[in-house]
């Protein structure tokens, strides 16, 4: 085994397991798919190397957005402008 990642949150508990050689991957897919393990039924497949498993409060994400954007719009209207820029009214 090369590397382990542990998606916890996840509601399935997804792991994915990376080995150094693919006859071992080969070999854990047959071994461990449909097994019993702690009352849990694995199911074991290659990982597709595009799937995110990680799971993510959307709203929340959306919430936190909207105040970057917001302390940025703050941000860009507290900017004082180099003569250069400024608006020459007559």
């Given at each position: 085994?090369?590397?382990i990642t542990i998606f916890s949150?996840?509601?399935?508990?997804v792991?994915?397991?990376k080995?150094?050689?693919p006859t071992a991957?080969?070999?854990a897919v047959q071994e461990y798919n449909g097994k019993i393990r702690k009352g849990?039924?694995?199911?074991?497949?290659?990982w597709d190397g595009v799937t995110d498993y990680t799971v993510r409060n959307e709203e929340?994400?959306?919430?936190?957005?909207?105040k970057r954007q917001e302390a940025f719009g703050e941000w860009l209207d507290n900017q004082e402008?180099?003569?250069e820029f400024q608006l020459l009214t007559e």
């Amino acid at each position: 085994v090369e590397k382990i990642t542990i998606f916890s949150k996840h509601v399935d508990g997804v792991v994915i397991v990376k080995f150094k050689e693919p006859t071992a991957a080969s070999t854990a897919v047959q071994e461990y798919n449909g097994k019993i393990r702690k009352g849990r039924k694995l199911e074991c497949i290659f990982w597709d190397g595009v799937t995110d498993y990680t799971v993510r409060n959307e709203e929340q994400e959306q919430e936190e957005a909207i105040k970057r954007q917001e302390a940025f719009g703050e941000w860009l209207d507290n900017q004082e402008l180099p003569p250069e820029f400024q608006l020459l009214t007559e």
